[in-house]
């Protein structure tokens, strides 16, 4: 029993267990959710009928305390295409690129005129999102005439965009001399210890000059860097030593360089202009407000960054950041909505 919804097994696994609604077979609900002894994975807003009411508490056997991960699910839409079906997801279409026995590849139709990277990798219940940023904006799509629709469970592609304040599992495998820690498909080893904290260094620095790193401490872990220079390796992670839960936190680089009046701030190809300057912070625009209607926004102050909105409806434009002025590391956090 979870927020009022029962569940009963499903599946046994060595170290996790499966559990199904029980309202699965006179309703076809298909909320799901997996537990171990520190975590529980719950499919989020999936349930097809009401909550529970007047629960006999006293008919359970036991309670346990445990973290709760929300596993997302959107619905994506099937209109009748010429020869293959058009997905539709946020406003946009995509197109089949290649069909496999279990899954199909989605390309964005703006992908011949824009150039546009965004790709969607859908199996029976998960759609994977390669890419989901797009170069250009939006067009409204009527639904009315779709063929068909699902809810899916979504997660992004490895190397994508983090989601930051999210539990993740991390996993510890035995190296020659030290421990070896993995996360998101990326090795890292252990480059110096603390007593409150340790730094990890990726695997590849020797080989490839890869210059991600990872802080842990007792409940949370530092990404100071995720950007790889090459592919993620695939593990058994059956054969993990131990594994631990910890909070994501990120920190960033921004870079400054001169404007006309006030200086302008570069971060991921983006430029942002001052918009405002209050006594301990400062807000930042889009520079592509005016021309593209840009809607996002950062708001900084001593060490944080704080992002407003961060969808951008155009590409963005690089920049050679050596001729930044002076450039600040940040954690960043974003509004919650």
Not at 8 to 24: A, E, L, M, N, Q
Not at 47 to 55: L, Q, S, V, W
Not at 114 to 126: D, F, G, L
Not at 215 to 224: E, H, N, R, Y
Request: with cysteine; net charge positive.
């Amino acid at each position: 029993m979870y927020n009022n919804y029962r569940y009963k097994i499903d599946k046994k696994y060595p170290k996790s267990t499966g559990w199904r609604c029980v309202h699965y077979e006179w309703n076809k609900c298909k909320a799901r959710m997996s537990s171990d002894e520190v975590l529980a994975t719950i499919s989020e807003n999936t349930h097809n009928h009401d909550k529970e009411k007047d629960i006999d508490w006293t008919q359970f056997l036991y309670s346990r305390n445990l973290n709760i991960k929300i596993r997302k699910s959107q619905t994506f839409y099937f209109i009748k295409g010429a020869k293959n079906p058009i997905l539709v997801h946020k406003d946009h279409k995509y197109t089949v690129v290649t069909r496999r026995p279990d899954s199909t590849t989605w390309r964005c139709v703006g992908y011949e005129y824009h150039k546009c990277p965004a790709r969607i990798k859908t199996h029976t219940n998960v759609a994977v999102l390669v890419n989901h940023i797009h170069n250009h904006p939006s067009v409204r799509t009527d639904l009315s005439k779709c063929h068909y629709k699902k809810i899916l469970w979504t997660k992004q592609a490895f190397g994508s965009r983090i989601t930051i304040g999210e539990i993740c599992r991390f996993y510890f495998f035995a190296g020659s001399k030290k421990p070896i820690l993995m996360y998101e498909g990326y090795e890292y080893r252990c480059e110096k210890g603390y007593s409150s904290s340790t730094y990890w260094k990726c695997t590849k620095y020797d080989a490839q000059k890869c210059k991600c790193r990872i802080k842990t401490c007792k409940d949370t872990a530092l990404l100071i860097s995720t950007s790889h220079n090459h592919a993620a390796v695939r593990r058994d992670l059956k054969q993990a030593i131990f594994t631990q839960v910890l909070k994501i936190t990120v920190k960033r680089i921004f870079y400054f360089f001169p404007g006309s009046k006030h200086p302008m701030l570069v971060y991921e190809d983006y430029q942002y202009k001052v918009e405002k300057r209050y006594p301990l912070s400062t807000a930042w625009r889009c520079a592509a407000y005016e021309m593209h209607k840009c809607k996002c926004r950062i708001k900084t102050s001593k060490d944080e960054a704080l992002f407003i909105y961060d969808h951008h409806n155009h590409a963005g434009i690089k920049r050679d950041l050596k001729q930044a002025v002076y450039r600040r590391i940040m954690s960043i956090k974003k509004k919650s909505v």
